[in-house]
């Protein structure tokens, strides 16, 4: 079955790495994503990955994948207070399959 | 402004009533997805219509529908409100069929309490 888990809660200071971790179950997994979530507004992506990927870098944001033991993580350099929100770690296995969302873990960065 | 547009963004309703949420998805997208944002339950995927027909189904209620219109609207149906209806239900649009490839465009949500 499909089931995404990360732990709820971060809390970072301002200038420091975050480092958002997340596991997944279904091996067949194709597609792993990070979305955003700001207050009072919708998911919005970040970034993806693909399964045949270990790691994907976009300027302060590190994706790091470990296929083997289904872990995921999203690492955010130089961390900012604009980037408190939740972070949603999410899996598809492509086709028509549909995109199975993480509870979500909640960033709060101290200044 | 992220191209997909729902309505209202808030809704407070009586027990027992029934609603229609409304969603528009961003240009171009063929598909359309439904999910249920609470506290206890996490982001839960509904359903998904692709260019007017249903595509795939989640955890919906029987009280539940939707449908998406010609013009590629989509309207979520819920009725016989009960409490634990209350939640976030956002609206997701993708070009194909399938969102896997690049992801969705998520509205900013209708926040429905149910008193």
């Known amino acids: 079955g499909e089931d995404v888990e990360q732990s709820l809660f971060l809390s970072v200071r301002e200038g420091d790495s975050s480092v958002i971790n997340c596991t997944y179950t279904d091996s067949s997994s194709t597609y792993l994503y990070w979305y955003k979530q700001e207050p009072g507004a919708g998911l919005q992506l970040l970034t993806y990955i693909f399964s045949n990927m270990d790691m994907k870098q976009d300027q302060r944001l590190t994706v790091l994948l470990n296929k083997k033991d289904k872990h995921l993580s999203l690492r955010i350099a130089d961390t900012q207070t604009g980037d408190s929100a939740i972070y949603f770690c999410?899996?598809?296995?492509?086709?028509?399959?549909?995109?199975?969302f993480g509870t979500g873990t909640k960033l709060q960065v101290i200044p | 402004d992220s191209g997909v547009t729902q309505t209202p963004k808030h809704l407070i309703t009586a027990t027992g009533q029934r609603v229609t949420l409304r969603c528009s998805p961003r240009?171009?997208?063929?598909?359309v997805y439904w999910y249920q944002q609470s506290l206890d339950q996490g982001l839960q995927f509904l359903i998904q219509?692709?260019?007017?027909?249903?595509?795939a189904k989640g955890n919906i209620l029987e009280r539940f529908s939707a449908q998406q219109f010609p013009d590629l609207h989509s309207e979520l149906n819920l009725s016989s409100l009960e409490l634990g209806d209350s939640a976030l239900y956002f609206c997701?649009?993708?070009?194909?069929?399938?969102?896997?490839?690049?992801?969705?465009?998520f509205g900013s949500g209708t926040r429905l309490t149910v008193v």
């Open positions: 219509y692709y260019n007017g027909e249903e595509r």
């Open positions: 999410a899996e598809s296995r492509g086709g028509y399959q549909k995109v199975t």
């Open positions: 997701a649009s993708s070009k194909g069929s399938s969102g896997a490839l690049y992801g969705y465009t």
């Open positions: 240009s171009g997208d063929l598909s």
